[in-house]
């Protein structure tokens, strides 16, 4: 069974940083192009950050220069750092990893900025 665990969420002031894990399990990790995606209430889930099996990475220009995205292949996680958050940030977090027609998703955790 594949689950993707995801943590690290919370209530954050602006300016703040947080951290997000993913831990997958079930799937050949390292094979898998693996990612965060968010969405705010009333909007469609975005993609925020991506990251091949190769370490090649992608941003959405809203977030370049502020977050990072990283994979650790021995331990099956994904990473999302995110620094300088701004209230526009919050929203709910989703990892997600595809390989072909295989594309799984985490339940979500949530980040809120604010003062």
């Known amino acids: 069974q594949v689950q993707l665990v995801e943590s690290g969420g919370g209530l954050v002031q602006p300016g703040g940083s947080l951290r997000l894990s993913c831990v997958a399990s079930g799937i050949a990790f390292r094979l898998y192009i693996v990612g965060w995606y968010r969405q705010a209430p009333g909007q469609q889930r975005e993609l925020v950050a991506a990251i091949t099996s190769g370490d090649v990475t992608n941003y959405a220009d809203s977030v370049k220069g502020r977050f990072t995205i990283s994979r650790d292949n021995a331990k099956n996680t994904v990473y999302l750092q995110m620094n300088s958050l701004k209230p526009e940030d919050t929203a709910v977090y989703y990892c997600?990893?595809?390989?072909?027609?295989?594309?799984?998703w985490g339940q979500g955790t949530q980040v809120t900025v604010s003062s």
């Open positions: 997600n990893s595809q390989l072909g027609i295989r594309n799984y």
